[in-house]
């Protein structure tokens, strides 16, 4: 069901990249890769409460972001790298992705800090090294998450001549720019008190992409009060129409 503030979103969100008599271009039916992060024996940070685990999380949120696209972009192909509890590579993400021919990629995660601290939302795109520690931190807590690094260890034995060209490609700058976007779209329904902000890291499961790529953090995990406020559906349906929102701006904005 689509509500009156996705659709205020996503006007708001379009308007901010389109000037007046701008004619908006998308593809004739673009095609987003949602990535749910973890999953399988790879169950992610815990949560508060026992048992709760970031693989499920990811999962409940990625379909709400889809129900919330499908319901305003019918046309629109919303493909999934997991639609269950099962494990994947970093590198077999990638691969799905690219051979999807999608559009755009959303990994998302949520995130943990080693006091419990912590709480907020933040996208990163890819980059050599993290724009600050605790990128680097959040950047190799999710890297060795990956139980078989198979091709994705090459590829990181090249990552610096690959990020040397992606810093003058329209993916990279597309990166950037949906990352903006989404960060604004979850401060109007989250609030810009818990904006982190976007940021830049060298996350495998965003190396080697052909199309723009996000690793969002939607909150953490085990914070107090965010923790157990992520696990609500209704919570996650504001989020994933949030993600759906900046989605749907990026793709009709003049420069998708």
């Not at 040397?164 to 401060?187: C, E, F, M, P």
Request: with cysteine; glycine share 12%; proline share 4%.
């Amino acid at each position: 069901m689509v509500t009156g503030r996705t659709l205020f979103l996503v006007g708001l969100l379009g308007a901010s990249l389109c000037g007046p008599g701008q004619v908006l271009a998308a593809p004739a039916r673009p095609v987003v890769m949602l990535d749910p992060g973890h999953g399988g024996t790879n169950r992610g940070a815990p949560g508060v409460s026992k048992g709760v685990y970031e693989k499920r999380i990811t999962l409940a949120i990625s379909r709400q972001v889809a129900i919330a696209l499908k319901g305003l972009r019918p046309g629109w192909r919303v493909l999934f790298t997991r639609k269950d509890d099962r494990y994947l590579t970093l590198d077999q993400r990638v691969r799905k992705a690219n051979k999807a021919g999608a559009h755009l990629f959303i990994s998302v995660h949520l995130n943990a800090s080693p006091a419990h601290s912590q709480r907020g939302f933040e996208s990163y795109i890819l980059s050599r090294e993290g724009s600050n520690q605790e990128a680097a931190r959040v950047a190799a807590m999710e890297n060795q998450a990956d139980e078989k690094k198979g091709g994705s260890g090459e590829a990181r034995a090249v990552v610096g001549q690959i990020l040397s060209d992606l810093r003058q490609t329209a993916a990279h700058a597309g990166s950037l720019r949906l990352a903006k976007l989404l960060q604004k779209a979850l401060v109007k329904t989250r609030g810009d008190i818990h904006d982190r902000g976007v940021r830049q890291a060298p996350f495998d499961v965003l190396l080697g992409l052909t199309m723009p790529g996000v690793l969002l953090e939607v909150g953490f995990i085990d914070h107090p009060e965010e923790g157990p406020q992520l696990t609500a559906v209704e919570v996650q349906k504001r989020i994933g129409e949030a993600v759906a929102a900046a989605l749907i701006a990026y793709m009709e904005s003049s420069e998708g």
